[in-house]
Every structure is written in C-alpha cells, then in structure tokens.
C-alpha cells in the first residue's frame, strides 16, 4: 500500500509540475481515480475472455446444458473466480465451499463481475490518498477519466508539429538546408524513434497535453566545425 501512495504521490506531482509520466494503466484504473462508476464494459477492455466465459456461464442453456450436465461442461465447481494476475480466487467470503450449480449460475456470475470491478479498490484508494498530498483529490471527480490521464500521462504521440513551437534556432535560420533535413527525418520517425530523440534532447518521454504547459524547449544551434553540424540541446 505505501508504494501505491507512493505512486499518487508521483501522480500528483506529475500534475502540479506539468511534467508527464509515462504511466501505461488500464482505462478501469483511470475511470476509479475519478470516482466514476464501472460498468462491464470496462472490464471486457482488459479481459474479454473472461466476460465472454461468464457470459456463457450465464446463458449456458443456449448451449443446450442442463442441470443433469452442468457439471460436466463447467469445470468450476464453487464460487471462485480469476483474479486480475490470473489466479483463482474466492470472488465472496468462503467462495471455496459454497456450490456452484445451474440453479445459481446467475448469482455467481454477478458475484464474479462485483468481484473484478472491486478488486483493486484499496490500492486506487492508496493512490489517491497519495496524490491527496500534491493536489486537492475531491477535485479530480469533476475530470473524465481521459482528462485525468491526459494531466498525469501527457499526449502519447509526439507530434512534429508540436516540436516545432517549442524549438529554438541559434546562428542557424530554420530555412538552413540541415535543418529541414532533420525535420524530415523527425516527420519519418516513428512514434517510439520520436521518444527516444525526446529523451535524448530533454530527458522526457511524453509532452504535455497542453503546448503551453511546455516550459523546457530545446536548441538548434550551428556547432563551428569544418563540415556543418548542429547541436541540440
């Protein structure tokens, strides 16, 4: 759990400095650190499979089982369920020794998605106890869950067009041969290349979803040497 907090804490900086974290988390995640409600559709963008196996539990009759037979189709046999790291787990309290059967298929598959929907409610509740150190929290419940992680995350793609308002030129005219020669070959990057040269020239990996918010700018500079050369820093 301290790591968690941890983590919001980082997340809050991250949005009171407006320097991106590269965070790669599920939609779910994004949905609950902004007090919305989940729905299954939010559990079927992080595990289809699943949804789709409960969803067979459900309707199994469709398949022409019946309860004579349902032992012999449905491997589970009580009120246990895959966790998010994929291990089987109790979804409710002493799930272990209450019985599945077809007569009570219906309540277990509601009992599973209840489960996968709340399973990470403490840690979502530790990080944004964390972030409630940077930023006042009971704000974030005005954000969509995209916002949120557009303020924390950044934009995903670096845009060359973005790059281009925040260059500076010194002793070299944007029109210099060199200069287009390198912002064609930006444009001709891909989105992973385009990272790597943020790294390389700001230490970054995302840019703000606001340009405005982008306070560090990097140099086009000529170098004086016998061949042309320009710098970036």
């Known amino acids: ?79 246990v369920g895959q966790s998010a790291d994929g291990k089987m787990v109790p979804i409710i309290p002493g799930g272990n020794s209450i019985p599945l059967t077809f007569s009570n298929r219906k309540e277990y598959v509601e009992r599973a998605i209840e489960y996968r929907l709340h399973e990470i409610d403490r840690q979502v509740a530790a990080v944004r106890e964390g972030m409630s150190w940077i930023v006042p929290v009971p704000l974030l419940s005005l954000l969509t869950a995209k916002q949120l992680e557009q303020m924390v995350c950044g934009m995903p793609e670096i845009c060359c067009d973005v790059l281009k308002k925040v260059v500076r030129y010194r002793e070299v005219d944007e029109q210099h041969a060199l200069v287009q020669w390198f912002w064609q070959t930006l444009e001709e990057f891909s989105n992973e290349e385009r990272v790597l040269f943020m790294r390389f020239v700001s230490g970054r990996s995302r840019l703000p979803a606001n340009t405005a918010d982008i306070s560090q700018r990097f140099q086009i500079m000529k170098v004086d040497r016998v061949s042309p050369f320009l710098g970036f820093f």
């Open 1 to 79: 759990m301290l790591q968690f907090k941890f983590l919001g804490i980082l997340m809050g900086v991250a949005i009171r400095t407006k320097k991106p974290l590269d965070l790669h988390l599920a939609p779910l995640v994004w949905k609950q650190l902004c007090c919305i409600p989940l729905l299954l559709e939010d559990l079927e963008e992080v595990d289809l499979l699943y949804v789709q196996t409960l969803k067979s539990i459900l309707h199994i009759e469709d398949s022409g089982i019946t309860e004579d037979n349902f032992h012999e189709m449905i491997p589970l046999d009580s009120f």
